[in-house]
């Protein structure tokens, strides 16, 4: 029977019905009293010289406060890097500075020139459209390899070029790399892109600075998915406020998907203008004004390689991408396409020779960094695209290629740094089978020629590390903060539990996933246990939600909270039952001495460490309150096989997905139904990249799809119902709670099968095609079947 409580259950999200109802407190609800707006002059232009602002006629206009521009902003430090990339050499990465406003050029369309304060948002904007601006525009670059080619415009006058690094990992195995080629029986070459993507979450960026001068303190209200991280980057590194004199608070957020992580100009102005004028000031991003300003993602060029023995055995791999970082370094974009993609490459394969380069270049583009999965799904899409091409080019069965060259003996060390602590990679793949019906897919598909339509079957494994965390381990590769999260644990004297927590939820369902944890740990009912996030005067410092963290990293410090809070309660009731706190047991809300019919509610201990009559005062001190930090020793390491059907129409090239299975290792399950919610969402994710998305900019640098009219996002009718399993499951070893790590998976393991489906589907119809790029839009699709 399936569980109606605790961990393994899945009770609705207690947070829908504040979401449902329109209840939500989302940063936009958010209006102080006097609060003035800002709008943003941006660059039209993708690269440019300065040459004058003349603001005069702007101030002058009704409603205009002050009008800012980057002048102000002198002497103050700009938005900081968060991760320092070396490269091959041992020389650090090229770090530009990066204004709050423009100093001096533009070098993206978007880039923020001047920032009008005003009354009303409608004066503001009024105002900026009167600015006076001399701006001399500069030749643009926007190709990667045009970016590295002598003579090319330089993006930062002041960097040597426009390679920000030249990473090779490992590269002590470059040479015995190069050597496995030379002997392999077959080589599988495929060049490809993996397209830029927007992440569009349902609500813009926002921002609200407010400044108390009584106190001198400043507090920031913004969409964010770390609001410790962004007190840390603003005040120590911008705007020189001491985090004590700074609060910053992420209410509900409406998606996130990786694009509000980042500490961005517009909080960083927000909160320094609310003290230079001593009045709230609040930003909304337009939707347009999204497209230009937050960060992208993806957008890597790679050739991959694999080299194979006689008897179909992978003996090494190795691959050249180019990474774009737009025009800036965005707070974690040195270590997306280094350290969480290189990592990866081994997938789920015992390759015993892996070598990854990887050149990130300065184009005249918004900055890019992590979308959801980071560097995983690069990895994941090479890998898995060129596993099938090599199937097709040697004429075996894919499943047959893949199994044969599992990992299957764990713990495993990668040839890339990494290892995995567990997994079943066969498992995963045999329930695969099994959901997917493959054996049916004959006869699916000759239905589907009777209708005119092409039909492919696309498989892929993966394996993602997430649980982003260990910080001895990222602090060597590069990271400048550690990666632990906390938790407050507070026990009121009548039994319920306030459990303020370092990470953050914009969708992942924490404050119905958390409590089944604490409430099975004592046995009493979920409704007691109360989660606050996402304020940094409230909740202890942590590193907030990304890279699949929440339950395996914050979820194990309240767990190391809570198992503190349990031991003292112990004591407790030791005391209250004159019984030696060796024999307390407890269960199901009860203290009681072993072997006795001695018991003692959870609330008559709580009750009792406020109110210490019955034990003395210098053996135990009164309260009951913890706090614990969790830095965990390794990544989680969740995998999966996913398998896709697509029906192609021959004579338009519309790819329509009919089936989608996944098979997901995630440890053990916290709440089933949120967890196949997430595989749901992530999935989404994967089919839009897979098929509709894709940033374009043209010549110039101008963004071409910069609004939904153009930028083609996944529909409900885009879609089709997946099935989905994680019952397979191979618990972490190294976190208390066996958990993985389920909210990227999705938009990992999507991505390539569509592709191997797509390429299949139109292999049945004779055409010799091994890849398309994404997206596989009608016209590629058509192109590449017509020649």
């Given at each position: 029977m399936p569980k109606d409580h605790g961990i393994g259950a899945s009770p609705k999200r207690r947070e829908d019905l504040r979401f449902l109802t329109g209840s939500g407190r989302y940063t936009d609800d958010i209006n102080l009293r006097g609060q003035a707006y800002v709008h943003f002059l941006r660059s039209d232009m993708a690269h440019g010289k300065i040459n004058g602002i003349d603001t005069s006629a702007a101030a002058a206009m009704p409603g205009v406060i002050r009008i800012f521009t980057g002048a102000d902003f002198e002497g103050l430090g700009g938005l900081p890097c968060g991760w320092q990339v070396t490269d091959k050499h041992g020389q650090p990465m090229q770090e530009p500075g990066h204004p709050v406003?423009?100093?001096?050029?533009?070098?993206?369309?978007?880039?923020?020139?001047?920032?009008?304060?005003?009354?009303?948002?409608?004066?503001?904007?009024?105002?900026?459209?009167?600015?006076?601006?001399?701006?001399?525009?500069?030749?643009?670059?926007?190709?990667?390899?045009?970016?590295?080619?002598?003579?090319?415009?330089?993006?930062?006058?002041?960097?040597?070029?426009?390679?920000?690094?030249?990473?090779?990992?490992?590269?002590?195995?470059?040479?015995?790399?190069?050597?496995?080629?030379?002997?392999?029986?077959?080589?599988?070459?495929?060049?490809?892109?993996?397209?830029?993507?927007?992440?569009?979450?349902?609500?813009?960026?926002?921002?609200?600075?407010?400044?108390?001068?009584?106190?001198?303190?400043?507090?920031?209200?913004?969409?964010?998915?770390?609001?410790?991280v962004i007190r840390l980057l603003m005040g120590a590194f911008v705007l020189g406020i001491p985090e004590h004199k700074l609060r910053v608070v992420a209410p509900d957020v409406g998606g996130g998907f990786g694009t509000k992580i980042f500490h961005y100009a517009e909080e960083a102005f927000c909160t320094f203008a609310a003290k230079q004028i001593n009045r709230p000031v609040k930003w909304t991003a337009s939707r347009s004004e999204a497209f230009i300003s937050d960060a992208h993602g993806r957008d890597h060029v790679t050739k991959?390689?694999?080299?194979?023995?006689?008897?179909?055995?992978?003996?090494?791999?190795?691959?050249?991408?180019?990474?774009?970082?737009?025009?800036?370094?965005?707070?974690?974009?040195?270590?997306?396409?280094?350290?969480?993609?290189?990592?990866?490459?081994?997938?789920?394969?015992?390759?015993?020779?892996?070598?990854?380069?990887?050149?990130?270049?300065?184009?005249?583009?918004?900055?890019?960094?992590?979308?959801?999965?980071?560097?995983?799904?690069?990895?994941?899409?090479?890998?898995?695209?060129?596993?099938?091409?090599?199937?097709?080019?040697?004429?075996?069965?894919?499943?047959?290629?893949?199994?044969?060259?599992?990992?299957?003996?764990?713990?495993?060390?990668?040839?890339?740094?990494?290892?995995?602590?567990?997994?079943?990679?066969?498992?995963?793949m045999d329930k695969l089978e099994e959901i997917a019906d493959?054996?049916?897919?004959?006869?699916?598909?000759?239905?589907?020629?009777?209708?005119?339509?092409?039909?492919?079957?696309?498989?892929?494994?993966?394996?993602e590390a997430c649980g982003i965390a260990p910080s001895h381990l990222v602090g060597q590769l590069g990271a400048r903060a550690g990666l632990y999260e906390s938790a407050t644990v507070r026990v009121n004297a009548t039994g319920g539990l306030v459990v303020m927590t370092g990470s953050h939820s914009h969708g992942q369902g924490h404050e119905t996933s958390f409590p089944q944890v604490i409430a099975e740990?004592?046995?009493?009912?979920?409704?007691?246990?109360?989660?606050?996030?996402?304020?940094?005067?409230?909740?202890?410092?942590?590193?907030?939600?990304?890279?699949?963290?929440?339950?395996?990293?914050?979820?194990?410090?309240?767990?190391?909270?809570?198992e503190k809070i349990?031991?003292?309660?112990?004591?407790?009731?030791?005391?209250?039952?004159?019984?030696?706190?060796?024999?307390?047991?407890?269960?199901?809300?009860?203290?009681?001495?072993?072997?006795?019919?001695?018991?003692?509610?959870?609330?008559?201990?709580?009750?009792?460490?406020?109110?210490?009559?019955?034990?003395?005062?210098?053996?135990?001190?009164?309260?009951?309150?913890?706090?614990?930090?969790?830095?965990?020793?390794?990544?989680?390491?969740?995998?999966?096989?996913?398998?896709?059907?697509?029906?192609?129409?021959?004579?338009?090239?519309?790819?329509?997905?009919?089936?989608?299975?996944?098979?997901?290792?995630?440890?053990?399950?916290?709440?089933?139904?949120?967890v196949t919610g997430q595989v749901h969402g992530g999935i989404g994710q994967g089919i839009g990249q897979a098929l509709l998305e894709g940033a374009v900019y043209d010549e110039n640098g101008q963004l071409l799809n910069a609004s939904y009219m153009d930028y083609a996002m996944p529909r409900a009718s885009d879609l089709p119902f997946y099935t989905v399993d994680h019952s397979c499951q191979t618990p972490c070893t190294h976190n208390p709670l066996g958990v993985k790590g389920c909210g990227e998976a999705g938009a990992i393991g999507s991505p390539p099968a569509v592709v191997n489906a797509v390429v299949d589907a139109l292999r049945s119809a004779g055409k010799d095609i091994t890849h398309i790029d994404m997206p596989l839009s009608p016209a590629r699709v058509w192109a590449a079947m017509n020649g």
């Amino acid at each position: 029977m399936p569980k109606d409580h605790g961990i393994g259950a899945s009770p609705k999200r207690r947070e829908d019905l504040r979401f449902l109802t329109g209840s939500g407190r989302y940063t936009d609800d958010i209006n102080l009293r006097g609060q003035a707006y800002v709008h943003f002059l941006r660059s039209d232009m993708a690269h440019g010289k300065i040459n004058g602002i003349d603001t005069s006629a702007a101030a002058a206009m009704p409603g205009v406060i002050r009008i800012f521009t980057g002048a102000d902003f002198e002497g103050l430090g700009g938005l900081p890097c968060g991760w320092q990339v070396t490269d091959k050499h041992g020389q650090p990465m090229q770090e530009p500075g990066h204004p709050v406003l423009a100093q001096g050029k533009v070098r993206h369309v978007g880039d923020p020139i001047a920032a009008v304060v005003a009354e009303t948002r409608e004066q503001a904007r009024d105002a900026a459209e009167a600015i006076e601006l001399d701006i001399e525009e500069l030749p643009a670059v926007v190709d990667m390899k045009a970016a590295l080619r002598d003579g090319a415009p330089k993006v930062h006058d002041d960097l040597t070029s426009n390679l920000c690094y030249d990473w090779g990992f490992v590269e002590e195995n470059k040479a015995a790399v190069e050597e496995a080629f030379q002997k392999a029986a077959h080589v599988t070459t495929l060049e490809l892109v993996n397209n830029r993507l927007i992440a569009n979450p349902m609500e813009p960026r926002v921002a609200v600075g407010d400044y108390d001068r009584a106190n001198d303190d400043s507090t920031l209200y913004t969409t964010s998915q770390n609001p410790h991280v962004i007190r840390l980057l603003m005040g120590a590194f911008v705007l020189g406020i001491p985090e004590h004199k700074l609060r910053v608070v992420a209410p509900d957020v409406g998606g996130g998907f990786g694009t509000k992580i980042f500490h961005y100009a517009e909080e960083a102005f927000c909160t320094f203008a609310a003290k230079q004028i001593n009045r709230p000031v609040k930003w909304t991003a337009s939707r347009s004004e999204a497209f230009i300003s937050d960060a992208h993602g993806r957008d890597h060029v790679t050739k991959i390689q694999l080299a194979l023995d006689a008897d179909n055995n992978f003996t090494a791999l190795r691959t050249e991408t180019y990474a774009n970082m737009g025009a800036y370094l965005s707070t974690f974009a040195p270590s997306v396409p280094t350290w969480l993609h290189g990592t990866l490459m081994a997938g789920n394969y015992k390759t015993p020779l892996i070598y990854v380069n990887v050149k990130a270049v300065f184009t005249n583009t918004v900055p890019v960094d992590a979308y959801r999965g980071a560097g995983r799904p690069e990895a994941t899409f090479q890998l898995e695209r060129v596993v099938d091409k090599a199937a097709l080019e040697l004429g075996v069965d894919p499943i047959a290629l893949r199994r044969q060259n599992f990992i299957t003996e764990f713990p495993y060390a990668t040839p890339v740094a990494v290892e995995y602590d567990t997994g079943d990679y066969h498992a995963t793949m045999d329930k695969l089978e099994e959901i997917a019906d493959l054996k049916g897919f004959a006869a699916r598909r000759a239905e589907s020629e009777k209708r005119g339509r092409l039909r492919g079957l696309g498989l892929n494994c993966y394996i993602e590390a997430c649980g982003i965390a260990p910080s001895h381990l990222v602090g060597q590769l590069g990271a400048r903060a550690g990666l632990y999260e906390s938790a407050t644990v507070r026990v009121n004297a009548t039994g319920g539990l306030v459990v303020m927590t370092g990470s953050h939820s914009h969708g992942q369902g924490h404050e119905t996933s958390f409590p089944q944890v604490i409430a099975e740990m004592i046995g009493i009912d979920e409704s007691m246990v109360e989660i606050v996030h996402g304020d940094t005067s409230k909740i202890p410092m942590g590193m907030g939600t990304y890279g699949s963290r929440s339950i395996a990293v914050g979820g194990s410090a309240m767990v190391r909270a809570t198992e503190k809070i349990i031991k003292k309660a112990k004591k407790i009731a030791a005391h209250l039952m004159e019984a030696s706190e060796a024999d307390i047991e407890l269960k199901d809300g009860r203290f009681s001495v072993a072997g006795t019919d001695k018991s003692v509610a959870w609330g008559d201990v709580t009750l009792a460490a406020y109110v210490p009559h019955n034990y003395p005062l210098e053996e135990l001190e009164p309260g009951l309150e913890e706090t614990a930090f969790y830095d965990p020793s390794n990544f989680t390491y969740p995998s999966g096989a996913y398998a896709c059907e697509v029906e192609v129409d021959p004579d338009t090239g519309k790819v329509t997905i009919e089936r989608f299975s996944a098979a997901d290792d995630f440890g053990n399950i916290i709440n089933p139904m949120i967890v196949t919610g997430q595989v749901h969402g992530g999935i989404g994710q994967g089919i839009g990249q897979a098929l509709l998305e894709g940033a374009v900019y043209d010549e110039n640098g101008q963004l071409l799809n910069a609004s939904y009219m153009d930028y083609a996002m996944p529909r409900a009718s885009d879609l089709p119902f997946y099935t989905v399993d994680h019952s397979c499951q191979t618990p972490c070893t190294h976190n208390p709670l066996g958990v993985k790590g389920c909210g990227e998976a999705g938009a990992i393991g999507s991505p390539p099968a569509v592709v191997n489906a797509v390429v299949d589907a139109l292999r049945s119809a004779g055409k010799d095609i091994t890849h398309i790029d994404m997206p596989l839009s009608p016209a590629r699709v058509w192109a590449a079947m017509n020649g």
